[in-house]
């Protein structure tokens, strides 16, 4: 009934789950965003293994993009910053998706394009956590090395990272 489907969105819904679970990678409003969605991550992939990974018309960024990168990434290790913005500036415009956005935030992965070819981005985000590595964000970025690895898809890694989040909890958890 509507009335169930409505308070499963509130209880149990992907945006309540998602954040503390990691299970919804891709999440959409409409029946139609999630086919758009779906197309879209398979515009990334082979068909197969064996395969080459589709390639695309290069959109590369504007040549500002350079010198925006500059004002983005602080001079002090101590400031944060959104690695979304520089993810932005260095990828084939309007190119990146990324995957399981609300889970474990401190680090980012997903999809995008250079010179129309496409990688697996990984990268940790100085935003979050000060980009530190926990057991969710290690495992997070483990499953989507692994899932680039049965495509043969490239890996490009981001790296502005203190180290691991220390804390008993974390070490007992097997960071």
Same mark, same amino acid.
């Given at each position: 009934?509507? #009335?169930?489907?409505?308070?499963?969105?509130?209880? +149990?819904? /992907?945006?309540?789950? #998602?954040?503390?679970?990691?299970? *919804?990678?891709?999440?959409?409003?409409? $029946? &139609?965003?999630?086919?758009?969605? #779906?197309?879209?991550?398979? *515009?990334?992939?082979?068909?197969?293994?064996?395969?080459? /990974?589709?390639? =695309? +018309?290069?959109?590369?960024?504007?040549?500002? #993009?350079? &010198?925006?990168?500059?004002?983005?990434?602080?001079?002090? !290790? =101590? =400031? /944060?910053?959104?690695?979304?913005? %520089?993810?932005?500036?260095?990828?084939?415009? $309007?190119?990146?998706?990324?995957?399981?956005?609300?889970w474990a935030t401190n680090i980012v992965v997903g999809?995008?394009?250079?010179?129309?070819? !496409?990688?697996?981005?990984?990268?940790?985000?100085?935003?979050?956590?000060?980009?530190?590595? $926990?057991?969710?964000?290690?495992?997070k970025a483990a499953r989507f090395v692994r899932f680039? $690895?049965?495509?043969?898809? !490239? %890996?490009?890694?981001? %790296?502005?990272? /203190?180290?691991?989040?220390?804390?008993?909890?974390?070490?007992?958890?097997?960071?």
């Amino acid at each position: 009934s509507r #009335a169930r489907r409505s308070r499963w969105r509130r209880s +149990a819904g /992907p945006t309540l789950t #998602a954040p503390a679970s990691g299970v *919804s990678h891709l999440t959409a409003g409409t $029946d &139609a965003e999630a086919i758009r969605l #779906a197309r879209h991550l398979l *515009s990334y992939l082979p068909l197969n293994n064996l395969e080459d /990974p589709p390639r =695309q +018309a290069p959109r590369p960024p504007p040549e500002s #993009a350079a &010198a925006e990168l500059a004002r983005i990434v602080p001079e002090s !290790p =101590q =400031q /944060p910053y959104d690695v979304h913005a %520089v993810i932005d500036r260095i990828a084939d415009l $309007d190119s990146f998706l990324e995957i399981q956005p609300l889970w474990a935030t401190n680090i980012v992965v997903g999809f995008a394009r250079f010179d129309g070819r !496409p990688v697996g981005l990984v990268a940790n985000n100085p935003a979050t956590l000060a980009g530190t590595l $926990d057991i969710d964000a290690s495992t997070k970025a483990a499953r989507f090395v692994r899932f680039l $690895d049965a495509f043969n898809l !490239p %890996v490009l890694t981001l %790296v502005d990272v /203190p180290g691991f989040l220390p804390g008993t909890g974390q070490e007992h958890g097997g960071i």
